[in-house]
Structure formats: structure tokens, C-alpha cells
């Protein structure tokens, strides 16, 4: 492929093209694609003949294979230790009641990049839960990445910190819960009425 870096930075997310230069030269030093000719490493010139290797497409296939997890729903909250009962007696218990696999990133062990690792599993979900008590940078990403997939987003925060949620997304309905029963009771309601019941419950007939 050919690349401008002063015009195609955004399609990295890069701020601007030195950040996106810097990408290029990290994906190089990886070996996952490699610039045949010096001119390309030049600055503020078009950049010819950028190819992936063989380690880059292993890399790619790795990280686009479907996950292993049945109807995988993915999680996006604070894993402040506040939180954890909220994670495993209301959001948790709420998803698998509804009949999906509810997954957080720091379920399992890893050695991926944290960031590949969170795209792979967003994309291989069926639906996003994203709870925004504690305003963490990380849980609007996720979740506006999810909806720029195209892919519903649930989203829920503490009562008392509603007023504290990022204008871009405020406009959105929140659930809006006061204690870890009443969360798990609406947001399975909410999963039911809007996702719709997933397998494991069709089958099961479990409540």
C-alpha cells in the first residue's frame, strides 16, 4: 500500500503524523510489515510499498479468530475493589440470568497487548455493557468503540454520579441503580427487552 502520513494519520487514531510515524516504525521493529526501500523512512513524503510479512499476517489471523466464549457479552467498568461486588453479584448474575457469557478483560491471564486484546474481545461480543460509575477513560472507549461497530451498548451508572457522566454520551439512557439487587433485576429486564434472551436461556427455560 501507499501512505501519506501528513493525511492518513487519523486511520491509525494517531493525534498527529509523528505519533502515526512512530506506529509505523514500532509495526517494523515488530516485523510485522516491513518498508522496502529507504526513501520510505524519509519524513513528510508519500511512503510506497508498505507490505505485511508472514509474521503479520500470523499476528492478524491470531487476533481476528472468533472467540471461544459462547454469546461472549463484554463488560466495561471500573475494576476499582468498590466495584467488584457489583461486578459479581449484579452485572455478572444479570447477563448469564438473560442467558449470555458475561466477560471482563481482567477474567483471565493474558500476554497480548492489553489494547489488542480489548478490540479482539468487543468485536467477537454480542452486546456491550458498559457501567460508567467512576468516569474511567477506559470504559468510553470500549463503549464507543462498540457503538462505532455498530453494536448495542447498555449502559448503567450509580445514581449519585449521574451528573458527573461525559456530555457525549449523557444523552444516552442510563439504568440508573442505588443497590447491587435492583441493578442486576433491571439490566436482566433491559438485556430481555432490548437484546432479547440468549441461547442458554431459550434452552434452559432457567430464570
Known sequence: MTISPGVDYPLSWAKNEKEWL????SLVER??????SEKNKVLNELINQIEITAAGWDFLEKNTQKSSISDPVF???SFSPELTALWENSI???????GYNPYRVDSEPHADRIDVTIMTDIKDSRFLVAD??????????EAEYALGLGM????TCKKGDLGNVHFDTRQ???ILWESEDQLRETLFNFICAIIGKGPKRRAT???
Open 75 to 77: 463488560v466495561a467498568m
Open 172 to 174: 444516552y439512557n442510563h
Open 31 to 36: 516485523g510485522l510489515i516491513r518498508l522496502p
Open 22 to 25: 512512530y506506529y509505523l516504525q
Open 205 to 207: 427455560g432457567s430464570s
Open 132 to 141: 460508567v460509575t467512576d468516569q474511567r477513560q477506559g470504559v468510553y472507549f
Open 92 to 98: 455478572k448474575k444479570a447477563i448469564e440470568n438473560a
Open 152 to 155: 448495542p451498548v447498555l449502559w
